[in-house]
């Protein structure tokens, strides 16, 4: 191929809508997003305040440079201070604690001094994540492995799994509202009774499952701490319809990298004489890793994103115990028109995102084969 | 396997003891035995295997099967314990479809996918092109940037696109807040979408643009004339992902939307849900009539979706 002129020219024109939209609505956004936090913005531009909304959303800048730094340091740490000799890994090790016990502290007075409501919505949101995402992938790794060992109906079996995750989630999200309603009636609570499960108040719950279980056993007094400090039943409520929806999805996804992995590979662990639990430790894990990995990222990534489903099945009831940071976010724009803050808020999930994706890549990127 | 290899030890080693003549029956014997409990094994195997997967698929469709159940009930059933509706009530569908306005929301949902999926799928394709099979600079760094925007999360570009939008509205000729396109416009080119279309577009063959160039055919021709056609499979993928994306947008057209004129069916049905409030009947009508269209798009391409959405997996 030439590089004429005449070639770049029409190679910039095929990709200029695209970029046009792309750079106005996707990329131009994130700078105009930190332009408008800076300012007191409701409906109109009003005068320029500096970082009042970061100030207000984050608490003391004290806390927030100590946690920043300290962050650094370990990393730092982590990656310069390198050596066998026991003395350069008791200063490593020390150096680490050190630094991570900074961080934490800085971020507990972050906590403190923010705006409480922000990270009640990052609690939920990680109580959303941690429930959610390990048990996606469990069951969608034994559904992958059952599907691919199924002789036949695997591609009806796959278009059921799939079922969920195509139906739109704003008509779905609205049956489940009303299976998880808290009438004695309601199906959550026809199948808990099946297996002994009293009456529950599923989506209009806003008590902690952990005091729920307390109360079964008749202990009525319990400290206020076990309420924030486990995810209500409401947001128990949402993470089962979340596996509901991603579990067809993930298992799409593990099948084709089930499959991919060549036959014979397991027909000469079998004449090595390896047993069905060694082959599965030994060359279903690692070929099946890039797969899983790609499932936990886009799920992470995801639970932060989550915001239609929970919109919907957010309930009176439930207080602010399902409202994650996308949910709190939003009602900054639509109910309390602060904009800025908004926009604020949004940039600090953006920057909390990225790292988190950061971490995951390096954390668990590591333990991912690619094959040589 | 474990058990196999032990159980041939042992039968050896008690054939030892009778004889030759013993050990070789015995041994024909123990193949048998094996045989039959490897059957037996075999079969425990598929019923795990097929019992699992069905409780699976009951798990996966029940939910759909008591949405559709409920949207037949009268009123009084919907508050007892009932699962079967007595008759069927095809009152309720039309009530919902009138009362909640329905019809008018369904088109503009309809509307508002088609202009989506069409500007997704015709910008998508070209900017995949030059991506894919030309040579220019900058082209990497271009296609860098294009995957950057993957990682901006809706939210953090909710604000300032809803003051672009806004500026748009009074300074084009055309109106955009309350209207399409506000709705379609800010959508129009996924950098998933490109994605998945310029590597697809990779794997053609060479030969193909060789051929078409002794021809006489330019870059515009072979990208409508014979590349598209190749990529019937990615161009559904995408266009199908596009549909749902648009058809399950909610927060964005209730910034944008103000009026009945151009709002979705998703705001809609929230709004029914809100005010119809115990009427439930009526509520999964409603839902049921909101899923259909995808449904519908999904029985008629799934074989092509689910290939595409392996193969999106898979390059990561």
Not at chain 1, 8 to 24: Q, S
Not at chain 1, 227 to 245: E, G, H, K, Q, T
Not at chain 2, 175 to 186: D, E, F, G, I
């Amino acid at each position: 191929m030439n590089t004429s002129l005449k070639d770049r020219v029409t190679a910039w024109a095929f990709m200029a809508p695209a970029l046009l939209v792309l750079g106005v609505f996707g990329l131009f956004p994130i700078g105009y997003a930190f332009f408008v936090s800076l300012h007191h913005w409701r409906v109109k531009r009003g005068p320029f305040v500096g970082f009042e909304h970061y100030h207000r959303a984050l608490g003391d800048p004290l806390y927030i440079a100590l946690f920043v730094l300290s962050l650094g340091l370990f990393c730092a740490v982590r990656y310069w201070v390198k050596g066998k000799s026991l003395w350069l890994r008791v200063t490593r090790i020390g150096l680490e604690v050190a630094t991570l016990f900074a961080a934490g502290a800085g971020l507990l007075g972050v906590i403190g001094s923010g705006d409480s409501r922000l990270f009640d919505a990052f609690k939920v949101t990680a109580f959303y994540a941690v429930c959610a995402i390990p048990a996606e992938v469990a069951i969608s790794m034994i559904l992958a492995y059952l599907l691919f060992k199924a002789l036949s109906g695997k591609g009806f079996f796959r278009v059921l799994f799939f079922l969920p995750y195509v139906t739109p989630m704003i008509a779905t999200a609205v049956a489940f509202r009303i299976i998880f309603s808290p009438h004695p009636s309601s199906l959550a609570n026809q199948i808990g009774g099946v297996f002994g499960l009293g009456s529950q108040g599923w989506l209009f719950e806003s008590r902690s499952v952990v005091s729920l279980v307390l109360q079964a056993f008749d202990i009525t007094q319990y400290p206020a701490w076990i309420d924030a400090a486990f995810p209500s039943m409401a947001l128990v409520s949402v993470v089962l319809y979340n596996i509901w929806v991603y579990v067809g999805y993930d298992t799409v996804i593990l099948l084709a990298g089930f499959s991919a992995i060549p036959p014979h590979y397991y027909e000469a662990a079998a004449i090595d004489g390896a047993t069905a639990a060694q082959s599965f430790r030994h060359i279903t894990l690692p070929l099946i890793s890039p797969a899983l990995f790609f499932i936990s990222l886009i799920a992470v990534i995801g639970t932060f994103k989550a915001f239609n489903h929970i919109y919907i099945m957010r309930t009176p009831g439930a207080r602010d115990s399902v409202d994650v940071v996308s949910v709190a976010i939003f009602d900054q724009i639509y109910l309390f028109h602060n904009l800025a803050y908004a926009a604020a808020l949004s940039l600090i999930l953006f920057a909390v995102i990225l790292g988190l994706t950061f971490v995951q890549n390096r954390v668990l990127g590591r333990k991912v084969f690619y094959g040589d | 396997m474990v058990t196999d290899t032990a159980e041939g030890a042992g039968t050896g080693r008690g054939s030892r003891a009778d004889g030759p003549a013993a050990e070789t029956e015995d041994a024909r014997g123990s193949i048998a035995d094996t045989a039959a409990q490897r059957a037996a094994k075999r079969r425990l195997a598929a019923f795990l295997t097929y019992g699992g997967l069905v409780v699976a698929a009951v798990a996966a469709s029940f939910p759909f099967v008591w949405m559709l159940f409920t949207s037949f009930m009268t009123r009084g059933e919907t508050l007892r314990y009932v699962v079967v509706p007595a008759s069927v009530e095809w009152r309720n569908y039309v009530r919902a479809w009138s009362e909640a306005n329905f019809a008018l929301y369904f088109s503009n949902s309809l509307l508002i996918a088609a202009v989506q999926v069409g500007g997704t799928l015709l910008f998508s394709l070209m900017a995949a092109y030059p991506l894919a099979r030309m040579q220019f600079r900058g082209r990497e760094t271009i296609f860098l940037i294009i995957l950057a925007t993957l990682m901006v999360p809706e939210t953090a570009t909710m604000v300032p696109n809803f003051l672009t939008v806004a500026w748009l509205h009074s300074h084009s000729p055309i109106p955009w807040l309350n209207s399409w396109p506000a709705l379609t416009v800010p959508f129009m080119a996924s950098a998933f979408s490109i994605f998945l279309l310029r590597q697809f577009m990779r794997g053609l063959p060479g030969e193909l643009w060789d051929a078409a160039r002794l021809d006489g055919a330019g870059h515009v021709r072979f990208l409508f004339q014979i590349a598209l056609p190749l990529c019937r499979a990615p161009l559904l993928t995408v266009g199908m992902f596009t549909f749902i994306g648009s058809w399950n947008a909610l927060g964005w057209p209730l910034l944008v939307t103000s009026t009945q004129t151009w709002r979705p069916i998703s705001v809609a049905l929230l709004r029914f849900v809100e005010e119809a409030g115990a009427e439930t009947q009526l509520q999964m009508a409603g839902a049921v009539i909101a899923t259909l269209p995808v449904l519908l798009l999904y029985a008629l391409i799934q074989k092509e979706f689910t290939a595409g959405i392996s193969v999106s997996g898979m390059k990561g």
